[in-house]
């Protein structure tokens, strides 16, 4: 009886380690696979993350497609275009012209690029024309207007006539982007012995409404 006793303690003994060695097995087995499941969660997110970084890019490119062929468009319709025009955007700084704008005003095409400040090209159009000083007050005053349209015969020193127009460029909100100037040269449709009567007539007006503020 006490030898089996013995045997019994001795083997309980014995098993003790085994018993804890296993117990420490399954401990370690069930925290791997909990680490396992939180990393197979983590894969997920982050491989949902990169589905949606992949989808966000892909909006991109198709914006900056879309953007691209926007102003492809826009640089063939003003160069399809037989007047002179301008585009300036709401911070005065060119943003579109084509090569009719220049040559109107006989601006050397080096002198004139995309994101220059709108103003020096202003004053050079300014010094060619029979009433710089209104010419350049109206269209300063026209370009810090968001909505207002501007229609208007600019009489130059060379007795050409350029009927001018000034229209805002309005987004679907009625956000401001700018203004297009558009020039077209009406010359040889007015009699040339009333060329320079109408820019005396139209400069005292001009000036007289600038001058009220009502022009």
């Not at 969660?41 to 990169?50: E, F, I, P, Y």
């Not at 892909?58 to 002179?84: F, P, R, Y």
Request: charged share 20%; glycine share 6%; with cysteine.
């Amino acid at each position: 009886m006490e030898t089996s006793l013995l045997i019994l303690i001795f083997a309980g003994v014995l098993a003790l380690p085994l018993i804890g060695y296993g117990t420490r097995v399954l401990f370690e087995k069930s925290q791997l696979n909990v680490v396992k499941k939180e990393l197979h969660h983590t894969l997920g997110r982050v491989s949902a993350k990169d589905a949606e970084l992949a989808k966000a890019h892909a909006a991109l490119d198709e914006l900056n497609e879309k953007h691209c062929a926007h102003n492809s468009i826009v640089a063939a319709l003003l160069a399809a275009s037989t007047h002179g025009i301008l585009a300036i955007d709401s911070h005065n700084c060119i943003h579109h012209f084509n090569k009719h704008f220049y040559n109107m005003w006989d601006l050397a095409e080096e002198k004139i690029h995309v994101g220059m400040w709108a103003y020096p090209i202003l004053y050079h159009c300014m010094e060619k024309t029979f009433e710089p000083e209104v010419f350049f007050l109206n269209h300063h005053n026209v370009n810090h207007s968001q909505d207002r349209i501007w229609r208007t015969d600019i009489y130059l020193s060379n007795k050409k006539i350029f009927r001018s127009s000034s229209i805002p460029i309005l987004g679907l909100d009625g956000t401001f982007y700018g203004r297009i100037l558009e020039f077209i040269d009406v010359t040889e449709s007015v009699p040339n012995e009333k060329r320079f009567s109408g820019a005396y007539r139209t400069s005292w007006r001009r000036l007289l409404c600038t001058v009220q503020g009502t022009f």
